[in-house]
T-cell receptor, first 112, second 115 residues
Framework: GQSLEQPSEVTAVEGAIVQINCTYQ??????LSWYQQHDGGAPTFLSY????GLEETGRFSSFLSRSDSYGYLLLQELQMKDSASYFC?????????????FGAGTQVVVTP | DAGVIQSPRHEVTEMGQEVTLRCKPI?????LFWYRQTMMRGLELLIY????????DSGMPEDRFSAKMPNASFSTLKIQPSEPRDSAVYFC?????????????FGEGSWLTVV
């Protein structure tokens, strides 16, 4: 089986930096993905890490440590539009290829 | 390019009625997924298809749920009979192939309320 843990909510002010942690337990591991979902909207892909290290995409960065079964999403220069839920997702190598499991999500609240 | 298209966007139905949700994946995508999202259980994979063939339906909650993909551009998720606990947002999603399969493209969802 698989399990993912991420904080339920994080609050920060505009311009700040927020780090959303995700720890996982899987039987085998392909990689860790991150998705953003605004209220009432669809999840949208942000990033994917298969190897250890940091991946940077604009204001967002994602990190993975396979040995620690841990990753994080870093949101920099927070903007009001970044208020959303953020999900980590994994796929276990022992599961069928398309079987992604999503974490419960972290609600990020950005205040003025 | 058009994204994943789902219909209906919102549906309110009475317990016991049949519900059919529809999905058109992004053209050229080989994989199609059906997810369900609730506050209690989060985002759950129900079933996914590869080249119109169901690959893994282990997430389908029970026999009341069925999904089909008669061709590459259309899929349905049917609930019969519906129950109040089926109230959720149902997302259809697609991805091109294994090489780029770490990016899943979601539709806007079908909001189902069973009263």
């Amino acid at each position: 089986g698989q399990s993912l843990e991420q904080p339920s909510e994080v609050t920060a002010v505009e311009g700040a930096i927020v780090q959303i942690n995700c720890t996982y337990q899987t039987s085998g591991f392909y990689g860790l993905s991150w998705y953003q979902q605004h209220d009432g909207g669809a999840p949208t892909f942000l990033s994917y890490n298969a190897l250890d290290g940091l991946e940077e995409t604009g204001r967002f960065s994602s990190f993975l440590s396979r040995s620690d079964s841990y990753g994080y999403l870093l949101l920099q220069e927070l903007q009001m539009k970044d208020s959303a839920s953020y999900f980590c997702a994994v796929r276990a190598s022992t599961d069928s290829w398309g079987k992604f499991q999503f974490g419960a999500g972290t609600q990020v609240v950005v205040t003025p | 390019d058009a994204g994943v298209i789902q219909s209906p966007r919102h549906e309110v139905t009475e317990m016991g009625q049949e519900v059919t949700l529809r999905c058109k994946p992004i053209s050229g995508h080989d994989y199609l997924f059906w997810y369900r999202q609730t506050m209690m259980r989060g985002l759950e994979l129900l079933i996914y298809f590869n080249n119109n063939v169901p690959i893994d339906d282990s997430g389908m909650p029970e026999d009341r749920f069925s999904a089909k993909m008669p061709n590459a551009s259309f899929s349905t998720l049917k609930i019969q009979p519906s129950e109040p606990r089926d109230s959720a947002v149902y997302f259809c999603a697609s991805t091109p192939d294994r090489a780029s399969g770490n990016t899943i493209y979601f539709g806007e969802g079908s909001w189902l309320t069973v009263v």
